[in-house]
């Protein structure tokens, strides 16, 4: 694994993108050898995404109070805030000195391109609205359309929105975990994870 970086990060702050799978680590081909520690690290952003969450409970009490609550159409809207809130944090970010969301750095992970290279805003942007944006909206749209009694209705919208959202999550936690660990999100921004690691005065890596 070659460092990566050059003129782009100072010598103590360059990264080195992960191997992505392999027998050399006792893993066979199937097991990326960084699921795991994706996995975690997203289970720490998801603490940030909630606390965003939990911020717009107050804007929703107010529109239930003001009559708004029976607006289905004001309802999905409104339930949109945190998931472009949490997109925009996310890509802010990786695009950012840190090339990391709060969960990465606790695991020593860096989003780059293919390439070992930062990514801008606009590449962070649409990889966190696969990522993240798109995912959890249409979970709202599901949980919204049911309790407006969409499955009952036989509503098109909550319906659809159901028979995507499930299959989804699937894949991209199987394309996370197997074979080189690119997600959907990765493969549309082309981009990927690797381990951010610091080099020692003497120009190698230390332990990741």
Same mark, same amino acid.
């Given at each position: 694994?070659? +460092? /990566? %970086?050059g003129g782009l990060f100072p010598a103590r702050a360059r990264f080195r993108l992960s191997e992505p799978v392999g027998r050399r680590h006792g893993y066979g081909?199937? /097991?990326?050898r960084l699921a795991g520690r994706r996995g975690r690290a997203y289970l720490r952003d998801c603490i940030v995404y909630a606390g965003v969450a939990a911020a717009t409970v107050p804007l929703g009490m107010a529109a239930h109070a003001a009559g708004w609550g029976g607006n289905r159409a004001f309802v999905l809207a409104a339930s949109a805030v945190p998931p472009v809130v949490a997109t925009w944090l996310a890509a802010k970010q990786?695009? %950012?000195p840190a090339r990391a969301t709060w969960g990465k750095q606790r695991h020593g992970l860096v989003v780059t391109d293919r390439g070992g290279r930062p990514i801008d805003r606009r590449r962070?942007?649409?990889?966190n609205t696969v990522k993240i944006g798109v995912p959890w909206q249409l +979970?709202?749209? /599901?949980?919204i359309g049911a309790a407006f009694g969409g499955f009952e209705t036989r509503d098109r919208l909550t319906i659809a929105a159901a028979v995507v959202t499930y299959p989804l999550l699937a894949a991209m936690i199987l394309a996370v975990a197997r074979g080189e660990g690119r997600a959907l999100h990765d493969r549309v921004a082309d981009t990927a994870v690797g381990v951010a690691a610091e080099t020692t005065p003497s120009g190698r890596h230390s332990p990741a």
């Open positions: 694994m070659a +460092g /990566v %970086g081909d199937v /097991v990326n990786e695009s %950012g962070a942007l649409l990889r +979970g709202h749209t /599901v949980a």
